[in-house]
């Protein structure tokens, strides 16, 4: 079972 | 006052098939250096950001800083109707809620102009952090979209290791497993079937294949894409656009829980 980060965990809001 | 005049209209007919099955609605935002879109997938696990500068255009005039809101499947629809060799013109004024597309044939004998209606999109423009990664592979663009299509077949993920040796495209699925691996050769007659593996570290990073596969779509765009991975960040699956920019498509990465 993996689970699947999301974009927002990398990139921030500008 | 907003006019762009491509006369290699099919790139952008080939950038929009690239990216229209993976973001619905997006803002395209124009500047004198050229236009570029940033756009989550509706799950907000995969990012597209195109950049294509003014350079490439014969004719590049943008008055303004604006910014467009278009749904991708439309202006998919609309740019379908252009013919490959035609030119494309993409124009539009201040303060209107469309935008047109002009096609004229390569001959000058047909001219077809479409308008499409805009939208208002409220969308999160993301900093992407510059970064140095761990691990960068460039490879012919064709043979990755092999890769993902082949290993599809078998699982929904693909583990992608890289290491001095090479790189290797692992799935398992229900009936089996797979393991691919490519070795750095530069021995090739031409430059763009070389596989290149720059790596500074070793890393290893799980993918769904079915964003993968979405990527591979871009393949028509260039005859190379580069994998650039580092643990702590998502994928950046890159197709250049020659002289012109490139569309690249960011991953999450799926993590053991």
Not at chain 2, 9 to 19: A, D, P, T
């Amino acid at each position: 079972p993996c689970l699947q980060r999301k974009i927002l965990d990398y990139f921030k809001d500008d | 006052m907003l006019e762009l005049r491509l006369v290699q209209g099919s790139l952008l007919k080939k950038v929009l098939e690239s990216i229209k099955d993976l973001v619905n609605d997006a803002n395209f935002d124009f500047s004198s250096s050229g236009f570029s879109l940033q756009s989550m997938d509706s799950s907000h696990v995969a990012l597209v950001a195109l950049l294509l500068k003014s350079e490439g255009f014969e004719h590049y005039r943008c008055d303004r800083n604006t910014s467009m809101g278009m749904n991708l499947g439309n202006m998919s629809k609309m740019l379908k109707c252009a013919g490959n060799d035609d030119i494309i013109t993409i124009k539009g004024d201040d303060g209107s809620d469309t935008v047109t597309f002009m096609f004229e044939s390569p001959t000058q004998d047909k001219i077809a102009d479409f308008e499409m209606k805009l939208m208002d999109i409220d969308s999160e423009h993301l900093g992407i952090p510059e970064a140095e990664y761990h691990a960068i592979v460039k490879m012919p663009s064709a043979e990755f979209a092999r890769i993902c299509k082949d290993l599809a077949s078998i699982g929904d993920t693909v583990v992608i290791s890289v290491t001095k040796e090479g790189v290797k495209f692992s799935t398992r699925g229900d009936i089996g497993t797979a393991n691919i691996v490519l070795r750095q050769n530069t021995t090739v007659d031409k430059p763009e079937d070389a596989t290149v593996i720059e790596m500074n570290e070793p890393v290893s990073m799980t993918f769904a294949l079915r964003y993968m596969n979405s990527f591979t779509k871009a393949t028509p765009l260039s005859n190379t894409v580069t994998i650039s991975m580092s643990p702590d960040l998502p994928v950046v699956v890159e197709y250049k656009i020659a002289e012109m920019g490139y569309v690249r498509f960011y991953l999450a990465p799926k993590m053991e829980e």
